[in-house]
């Protein structure tokens, strides 16, 4: 079993824990976090695990084979690089850096220490998105002409990040996997709220060169009335609809579209399905995965250097 340790146990970190405690590849044996009262419910759950107030404290002495990291993103290179040097396997909460030369030397680390370095990404592991990537991969959407993609909510506001680096991250991970490249910025817009720090409302206009010219934008907000998750592919052959929030269809195919020749466009208005898939927590997902790459020592973290790279670039445009 792999011996782990969980830093962090404020928003995300329980979670981990939780899935920790619950697979059988994994131990869970320490945790640290420097608010007690997030220790104190730790403990009253699992009482065998070693608590530490801080995360290199952790790493020092606990004797772990890996840790997961679920601090503050400002934290995560120093706790990350620190893990990595003493040859122990890093999952970490996404961002997983907020710099890109941070992401590189991360990787770099990883690959020189044989310690296998994971970002939680966790919307590629949820089942809805591993079937729409699978279908796009295999052609069954065509090329896609055009996406758009919404998350907002009413908060949570974080000092240390703003709602692209926060929530935007979700979006560009599975953009990523799907186009592959490095997008070209065409637009990015941001909206503030008074006395909040980091812009609240974004939406970010991108285009990818995939298999074709893909254009599209990504819309984050941590100031709308309702909460939104949904993602919008459309193709030539057929179109997709993912909906985090729907429980019962999460993923819709629509098999609709036009067809031009010459002066005559045709609507193509076929019938809709939405495939069964597994009820399987995407966390634990993320585990398995992570699991899979320390069994098979895979090494460095190219994707995260990546999408760390577009943030910043993000970022940069005003």
């Not at 840790?67 to 400002?74: D, E, K, L, R």
């Not at 991360?106 to 990537?133: G, W």
Request: hydrophobic letters at 40%; glycine letters at 6%; one cysteine or more.
């Amino acid at each position: 079993m792999i011996r782990t340790g969980v830093i962090g146990l404020g928003y995300w970190g329980p979670n981990i824990v939780r899935n920790l405690a619950g697979h059988k590849e994994f131990k869970l044996v320490a945790c640290a976090d420097k608010i007690k009262k997030n220790r104190d419910k730790i403990i009253e759950i699992f009482p065998d695990v070693q608590m530490f107030d801080s995360g290199i404290d952790l790493i020092e002495a606990s004797n772990v084979d890996a840790v997961a990291i679920a601090t503050p993103a400002i934290y995560h290179f120093d706790l990350a690089s620190h893990a990595l040097k003493k040859g122990i396997h890093v999952l970490v909460e996404k961002p997983m850096v907020l710099k890109t030369n941070h992401a590189i030397e991360l990787s770099s680390l990883s690959k020189k220490n044989n310690a296998s370095l994971m970002t939680d990404h966790i919307l590629l592991y949820s089942e809805p998105i591993k079937e729409l990537v699978r279908i796009y991969k295999k052609g069954e959407l065509g090329n896609i002409l055009f996406f758009r993609t919404t998350r907002s909510n009413l908060g949570s506001f974080r000092p240390d990040i703003d709602v692209i680096w926060d929530i935007g991250t979700h979006e560009l991970s599975v953009l990523d996997l799907l186009f592959g490249s490095v997008p070209k910025l065409l637009h990015v817009s941001r909206g503030k709220i008074d006395k909040i720090k980091n812009t609240a409302v974004s939406t970010i206009f991108l285009e990818f060169n995939a298999k074709a010219k893909v254009t599209g934008d990504i819309h984050v907000s941590l100031f709308a009335p309702e909460k939104t998750r949904q993602m919008l592919f459309c193709g030539d052959k057929k179109m997709v609809l993912f909906d985090d929030l729907d429980v019962n269809s999460p993923l819709k195919i629509f098999d609709r579209g036009v067809a031009i020749s010459g002066s005559n466009i045709s609507y193509r208005r076929n019938l809709m399905v939405s495939p069964d898939l597994p009820a399987r927590e995407p966390l634990r997902n993320v585990l398995d995965e992570f699991r899979k790459r320390i069994v098979s020592c895979e090494f460095g973290n190219e994707r995260g250097a990546r999408l760390t790279n577009i943030l910043e670039n993000i970022s940069k445009v005003r």
